[in-house]
């Protein structure tokens, strides 16, 4: 057992022994390291599979929690739908079945019997099944066969679904959260009686993407129009919201997709009309997944750990007692009880971290990694004189400057009370700080590029969001992309961009006239 | 569109236009007309997979809070593991595989190509995986597989998770929730230093599920350990609770399993324990599934349709508006926002029944259907006159009584004030009256057996919970089952049987002495 710290339980880290790269030094080990270390998440036995650990999962119980309650806000109920899809029912919408029709889960038998040699169990070939059903990689075909059965009248519309769900795309390069091959999310499937009204649904669910990535996860998102090219297999129009990483990649967070009457021509899902006519029903579809845990590691942490906006942490406060004798212990336990019981009293996280044979420094360390938002250190003379030792994971020194500005705080003393009462608004302010931080980091790293020669320099520079003027084919557009691997992230709504981005001009590639700037850049 | 009924939208129901069959004339056709006329589930183009559809999956998130708070509350935390299990994961615990190696979906294929034809996609035979990998039917080896990772010493112990997730089982012949290929469930998977630990574990958590079964699902269960013959594939010990459903045949609402090290030693799990030795894990899992949605509706359901605990319900109160000119309607309506809002704020979910087209009749019947505890009726007249008209869904006539004891009762019209105070004790009542009959209805159907022949004579009389002692070998058993379908459902814990059930005595059977009487029954 070479590596301790990767062994520990599932409950609390192990003490620090190993670093965190820094991410200096090789930024996707740094991402990978605070993803192991902070237990969020390992690799299976199954590739390209992974295993969410409980601290990890209760992030993504948080961010359900808080969508759920946006979608349900929004008129919308869960409901579920089979796993499994009919290898036809891909074939029924065009460009949906190239979408999806290649990498993915085949189940072709239903039994496996003893080896003869009794060595162990195969698959029965005598189990085949008459058709292959593939393991959903996304559920327009089998929720729209299911739709078919409830429709067909007006009345019977709007139908506003989500499903919480996982599903498998069988990826060849796997990185945990970012891209794995089983992932989890929610997926939206609404019907509805008229095209308005659809692209109504379709953007009203990007708006809720970006209030959550914003408001909950503290990420600041561009939202816009993707190009056809970069559309999901069957919509007329996709929108996505996009966020910059600290290395200043994009990272499609969600997408939100108008599908027009496609799954309601391939599904034959009519309804009569108010007019008494029969036509086809109008779609929409949105997705976000667990691949948002990755994004929030990458927006806020540090080369000390994963830092947690405060409306996403379970724990906001860990409390370490510090003591060397029985006598001191029992004093300072009784005081860590009474603290324990007022901030839960305030509808705060807390855990106390009881344990032994671990020094308070490496307790620190622990929690630090874990990027809980607050520590509480007790020690007896601590009790004696009334007072805590309250340390936040991080403080925000220049604000609007790059990273660097998030710097530990020295330990802050304050009498028990005063303590108490600045844990709400540490907690509030720290969840505004990441985001402004966030914000200006984009911000700063955001350029108006009129040229090619001022987008080489941008990307060799480092890059960062481009917002261009483009006309170009979708052969210039692989063109751009070989030479600084930049895309076309998406084509923002007005009013998200560096001044004057909203101005019509020319095309940097072709010089032909643009109406509206795109962003480029470097992406997951 | 033979039946407009089972076409109606996810939102609402569409207006009683079929009757559903009395549990007098076909039982079996009674519970699928409820699943199917509630718009609980349907079944799906994938054999053997149901679409859980938004008001029945509503009752399951009721459920899953429920469960979930109590998962918690005694320690564990949710995390998540992967879909997938390599085949050969099954085979390292011996019973296990013999016990899930059997029917289930097996991925052989990771890509689909398009047909030389262009008619639609296939399998591509190059993509054939190395190792099949099987869909989980339970997650033990997966499970196991990931906790060598994380144990090396007893401070990692214990580990206390639980997975909230789908899993799938090719039953042969399935029956909406009861039985299918593809249900959700939840799966707590824990490891122990000790078996003192893990058998405490395993009780506890029987313990938690009786008291969601009783106090939340208002049904009464049987806790008791399982005969060898119908244990879990890898365990030492099998729990399970039993309700009694109105058909008088048990249905197995959910189980707790101690495994002992059997896990631990298949996956070469072992920890170093306090005195330095190396050591074995020990281990517990425990699951329900949303077959306790189809074991809510045989407990309680009557031929009007389902019946819903108050605390399972999603909407507590329905209220139906009644007018006939455009100004009673503003009068109405006006009333109908006022009674709404004040019972949201004293925390009920209601509901307020707009649709146009359909008399208030239809309405009636169909929240009758699906088990609204409270229906509110305001028409123009009780607006003036300042009442309401309130409506049970069933009232207790004869408490300690058979089924016949639930009716409909007569409206009760009441002023606006006295209506809404008596909400919140209506449904405390109900939910304790639905408890109240069906631990009755278990009473009367349970008897002390104490020979053959009056085993005979209870069985041929509808049977019901045949308490027997019992010291016959497996083969007896099966001997019994054939005769009267029954089995062994469990060996109860003392203090739940009729008076005199936990004295010892001898087998029916065999005549040798038994210390404990089982519990016979037919089942689902």
Chains 1, 2 share one sequence.
Request: hydrophobic share 35%; proline share 5%; with cysteine.
């Amino acid at each position: 057992m070479a590596n301790p710290s990767s062994k520990s339980s599932g409950k609390a880290p192990a003490g620090g022994t190993t670093r965190i790269t820094p991410r200096a030094t090789d930024y996707s080990k740094w991402y990978l390291d605070i993803v192991e270390q902070a237990q969020l998440a390992d690799h299976s036995a199954v590739r390209g599979c992974m295993v969410i650990r409980p601290y990890g999962y209760s992030i993504w119980e948080k961010m359900q929690r808080e969508l759920d309650q946006r979608f349900k806000d929004t008129g919308h109920q869960n409901a579920y739908f089979p796993l499994f899809i009919p290898v036809s029912f891909l074939s029924r919408e065009a460009r949906h079945v190239e979408g999806f029709a290649k990498e993915c889960a085949v189940v072709t038998h239903h039994r496996l019997r003893a080896k003869t040699d009794k060595s162990g169990v195969e698959v029965d070939p005598e189990s085949r099944l008459e058709e292959p059903l593939i393991v959903r990689p996304t559920s327009e075909t089998i929720i729209w066969s299911a739709y078919k059965q409830w429709i067909q009248s007006y009345r019977d519309l709007p139908i506003l679904i989500n499903q919480w769900a996982n599903v498998v795309r069988w990826e060849m390069r796997t990185r945990l959260f970012l891209r794995t091959a089983e992932f989890l999310w929610q997926e939206g499937h609404t019907a509805h009686a008229t095209e308005a009204e659809a692209l109504e649904e379709t953007r009203r669910m990007l708006e809720v993407y970006r209030d959550f990535a914003e408001n909950i996860m503290a990420m600041p998102v561009l939202r816009g129009e993707k190009t056809p090219g970069e559309r999901f297999a069957g919509a007329l129009e996709t929108f996505s919201i996009e966020g910059m990483m600290q290395d200043r990649k994009a990272l499609q967070a969600g997408t939100s997709h108008y599908l027009g009457q496609n799954f309601a021509r391939a599904f034959d899902v009519q309804f009569l009309n108010a007019q008494g006519q029969l036509e086809h029903v109008y779609a929409s579809s949105w997705g976000v997944s667990t691949r948002l845990i990755g994004g929030l590691i990458m927006t806020h942490s540090d080369d000390a750990g994963l830092i947690l906006p405060p409306k996403l942490a379970g724990i906001h406060a860990v409390i370490v007692p510090i003591y060397k004798t029985d006598e001191e212990k029992t004093k300072v336990y009784a005081e860590c009880e009474k603290v324990m019981a007022e901030i839960k009293a305030q509808g705060h996280g807390v855990h106390w971290d009881k344990r032994e044979g671990l020094s308070p420094g490496s307790k620190y360390y622990d929690w630090e990694i874990r990027g809980v938002p607050l520590r509480i250190e007790i020690g007896p003379r601590d009790v004696d004189s009334g007072k805590l030792v309250l340390v936040r994971r991080f403080v925000l020194e220049q604000p609007g400057e790059n990273e660097k500005a998030l710097r530990m705080r020295k330990k802050q003393i304050l009498s028990r009370q005063e303590a108490l009462a600045s844990i709400t608004p540490a907690l509030a302010e720290m969840q505004q700080q990441l985001f402004q931080r966030a914000l200006a980091f984009r911000q700063k790293n955001s350029r108006l590029i009129n040229s090619m020669g001022e987008y080489d320099e941008f990307f060799k520079q480092g890059g960062g969001f481009a917002w261009v003027h483009w006309a170009g084919t979708q052969e210039d557009e692989e063109t751009m992309a070989k030479q600084h691997q930049t895309s076309i992230r998406n084509i923002p709504l007005p009013g998200q961009g560096p001044e004057g981005s909203d101005a019509p001009g020319v095309c940097i590639l072709t010089g032909k006239p643009s109406a509206r700037r795109v962003v480029m850049s470097q992406s997951y």
